[in-house]
């Protein structure tokens, strides 16, 4: 399995450096290509390992990954992983693997916690509520496919609120859903500015729990709170109020961004607790961000495993 998933990550990130290299066309040719230096990287990550780990050709013998030629020194390497052109390609290997082009009738939106410690000396790691109390880190902001992929993410600070970066990661996956597509989420995105300023404009249907909806009163929702609400959520409103049944049975398939956290978290490989020397939130976004390339390409090898045993 470790060898298909590996082919599928080397597959991508030899088609995004031939895309690449043509936008960043001209100027000195450098020594170390960037499918060298993104392979590099990315197999540094799949082990849970430091820049200069990936440096020592002690650690290819015997493994799916064999580069040719001499390595990059730990400085060279270092300097070029943070490179604009293998920011480009490891973009592009995502976007390939996320099935970005293919259209979705289900969406789910979910915030995941990467704490870190406490005492850390890290000044862009920022505290924030955590489930049971307060902690400081980062977190993941993710949009799943119902195929499972995760299309589209950021990494903020963990004190940054989960409805402000929906807002953000909407516009760029509205183009991949259908016209009745629904985005499914958890009661912290309930923000009426969240539908009436994007979700509205954009038709998507937002479809999440209601906050204080028990502490509304027999005589209902005033009519400038309803006005004032946006359209979407006041159908969402009378959807809770007319059909609750209904609306809790489909809301269960919100359920399928848990299970992919779970997966992206628990597979040998995956995303585990930020290691101490991942820290700043440039590294952050790109050691989560090989993580995300990983769990997408262990599932696209798992569908080409079961097409080729039917």
Request: hydrophobic share 40%.
């Amino acid at each position: 399995m470790d060898r298909d998933v590996w082919g599928i990550v080397m597959a991508a990130i030899k088609q995004a450096c031939r895309a690449v290299e043509r936008e960043f066309r001209g100027g000195r040719t450098p020594r170390y290509p960037n499918r060298l230096v993104v392979a590099m990287y990315v197999w540094a990550v799949w082990h849970d390992r430091t820049l200069s780990w990936a440096c020592d050709r002690a650690h290819y013998a015997g493994g799916v990954f064999r580069p040719r030629g001499p390595l990059p020194s730990v400085s060279q390497f270092t300097r070029r992983v943070k490179s604009d052109a293998c920011d480009a390609v490891l973009r592009r290997v995502h976007d390939a693997l996320a099935e970005r082009g293919l259209l979705t009738d289900e969406g789910y939106l979910d915030g995941k916690a990467l704490p870190v410690s406490p005492v850390s000396k890290d000044r862009q790691a920022t505290r924030g509520k955590v489930s049971g109390g307060w902690a400081k880190g980062y977190k993941l902001h993710a949009f799943v496919t119902e195929r499972r992929r995760i299309a589209a993410w950021s990494v903020t600070g963990l004190n940054v609120a989960e409805q402000s970066v929906a807002a953000e990661l909407l516009p760029h996956v509205a183009p991949r859903l259908t016209p009745d597509a629904v985005v499914m989420a958890d009661g912290n995105y309930d923000s009426a500015p969240l539908h009436k300023g994007v979700a509205e404009p954009l038709g998507v249907c937002l479809l999440h729990p209601l906050k204080g909806r028990q502490r509304v009163g027999p005589g209902g929702r005033h009519p400038v709170t309803q006005r004032q609400m946006g359209r979407t959520r006041r159908e969402l409103v009378r959807c809770w109020d007319r059909r609750p049944a209904l609306a809790t049975l489909v809301l269960r398939a919100r359920d399928t961004i848990e299970r992919v956290f779970g997966v992206l978290t628990c597979t040998a490989g995956g995303l585990a607790p930020l290691p101490a020397w991942v820290r700043t939130l440039p590294r952050v976004r790109r050691w989560v961000g090989a993580k995300v390339i990983l769990y997408n390409a262990r599932l696209k090898a798992q569908d080409q495993r079961l097409m080729a045993a039917a």
